[in-house]
């Protein structure tokens, strides 16, 4: 049974990553803003340290055990094709996180700095939640919306699906909605940090560490 879990493809490429949770405390932090902040402020170190490829923050991880279920619709009707909701895992990440964890974008692009609040508002989807949307169609330039309200995402990417909840039992996930983090802030203040590296991945620990003194932990692979 474990040879065949590990034979599963989880959507993502574990080689040379570090990954960390984050969670300011209150009294240093107190707010939304700050907490942004400090999550900002902690990527541009850990993209500074020596032999960091790529990282990124994100408000959920593949295999995090939580799939931050939340309906998700194509921009302009209220329900799917056989009228059911549709309850992908909603994400919000920043530029850079996709390529740290190794998931592919297979159509389309990536998210970019250039992705403000500002700008126009963008998603990228997975290959699971475009084919229960968009079967046969290119998803790109399509519009989605969260929840029953405007405004609605253009779709600029389409990346592999990955598994959040656990690579046991079927997987009946409806796929994944990802928003950048810059337009669709990250939920309370948990945060993940992903960061691949080109050597071995626990030696950028002790760097990471000094860079900022939030409460994070670290695992390497």
């Known amino acids: 049974s474990f040879r065949n879990l590990l034979a599963i493809d989880a959507g993502f490429d574990r080689e040379r990553v570090v990954t960390a949770t984050i969670f300011p405390p209150p009294s240093r932090y107190p707010d939304p803003a700050a907490v942004v902040a400090l ?4 990527l541009e170190s850990a993209r500074a340290i020596p032999g960091v490829l790529s990282s990124g923050l994100t408000s959920n991880i593949a295999l995090s055990g939580g799939t931050s279920p939340a309906l998700v619709r194509r921009a302009g009707e209220t329900a799917d094709t056989d009228g059911t909701p549709v309850l992908p895992s909603v994400v919000s990440v920043s530029p850079g996180y996709f390529a740290a964890m190794g998931t592919r974008v297979v159509r389309g692009r990536d998210f970019a700095d250039a992705d403000v609040r500002e700008s126009q508002l963008v998603a990228i989807v997975d290959e699971r939640l475009a084919e229960r ?7 790109i ?12 995402y253009t779709v600029v990417g389409v990346v592999r699906h990955v598994r959040f909840a656990s690579l046991a039992g079927p997987n009946v ?5 990802y928003f950048p983090h810059t337009q669709t802030p990250m939920p309370g203040r948990l945060r993940y940090i992903a960061i691949k590296t080109a050597m071995d991945s626990t030696s950028v620990i002790p760097a990471l560490r000094a860079a ?3 409460m994070i932990t670290l695992k390497g692979n």
Not at 141 to 152: C, D, L
């Open 141 to 152: 330039g399509k519009g989605i919306q969260r929840g029953n309200e405007p405004p609605a």
């Open 133 to 139: 949307f968009w079967p046969g169609q290119d998803p």
């Open 39 to 42: 999550s900002n402020r902690l």
């Open 212 to 214: 900022d003194q939030p």
């Open 173 to 177: 996930s409806a796929g994944a909605a």
